[in-house]
């Protein structure tokens, strides 16, 4: 069975600083889909990111960067120099390939970013 | 951009009502899907739908539920006899062919 677990449940940090989101999965399978998204308080899922488990590649995104270790079976988000904007609730999910393809969700972690 | 349209964005419903939530999904998608969040509780998948008919369900997604894709471009979550644990938000997601899933933006079932 699949699973992912977001250890950090709620986060506060100060504008400007850097803040990383801990994301930690567990699976049998050898090909799957990780992600993150992005659920502000209007409650709409805005979608982050996509990473094969193939491509153990960091990627960088602008004042976001994710960090995909298979070793320890982690995907970390950061984002850096943070904005009140980026206050929201962010999921770390992950699914099969060429499984029965539904997205498993981590519980959350709700990151308030104060001024 | 395409997107995936949801509607109503907020339903209210007595216990016991039937309730019909509809989705409209990206037009060119094939894969097509059904999630619940309870308020402050994690996003849980309910069902999937392909060539018209259920990939998969959830233990979640029992007799009370359905999913109905009645013409080309609707795709319905239908709740028979709703109960007071079934308010959450619902999301309906597509995809195309090694797609990621697009989510909508969410209906808000209230059930009283």
């Known amino acids: 069975a699949q699973k992912v677990t977001q250890a950090q449940t709620e986060i506060s940090v100060v504008e400007k600083e850097d803040v990383t989101l801990d994301c930690v999965y567990e699976?049998?399978?050898?090909?799957?889909?990780l992600f993150w998204y992005k659920q502000p308080p209007s409650g709409e899922l805005v979608f982050l990111i996509r990473?094969?488990?193939?491509?153990?590649q960091n990627e960088i995104s602008g004042r976001y960067s994710w960090n995909f270790q298979k070793s320890t079976s982690s995907f970390n988000f950061t984002i850096t120099a943070s904005q009140v904007v980026d206050s929201a609730v962010y999921f770390c999910?992950?699914?099969?390939?060429?499984?029965?393809?539904?997205?498993?969700f981590g519980k959350g972690t709700r990151l308030h970013i104060l001024p | 951009e395409p997107e995936v349209t949801q509607t109503p964005s907020h339903q209210v419903t007595q216990m016991g009502q039937e309730v019909i939530l509809r989705c409209v999904p990206i037009s060119n998608h094939l894969y097509f899907y059904w999630y619940r969040q309870i308020l402050g509780q994690k996003v849980e998948f309910l069902v999937s739908f392909y060539n018209n008919e259920i990939s998969e369900k959830s233990e979640i997604f029992d007799d009370q539920f359905s999913v109905e894709r009645p013409d080309g471009s609707n795709f319905t979550l239908k709740i028979r006899s709703t109960k007071l644990e079934d308010s959450a938000m619902y999301f309906c997601?597509?995809?195309?062919?090694?797609?990621?899933?697009?989510f909508g933006d969410g209906t808000r079932l209230s059930i009283l």
């Open positions: 990473r094969n488990s193939f491509d153990e």
């Open positions: 999910a992950l699914s099969i390939v060429g499984g029965d393809d539904k997205i498993i």
């Open positions: 699976t049998r399978d050898t090909t799957y889909y």
């Open positions: 997601a597509s995809r195309g062919i090694y797609q990621p899933q697009h």
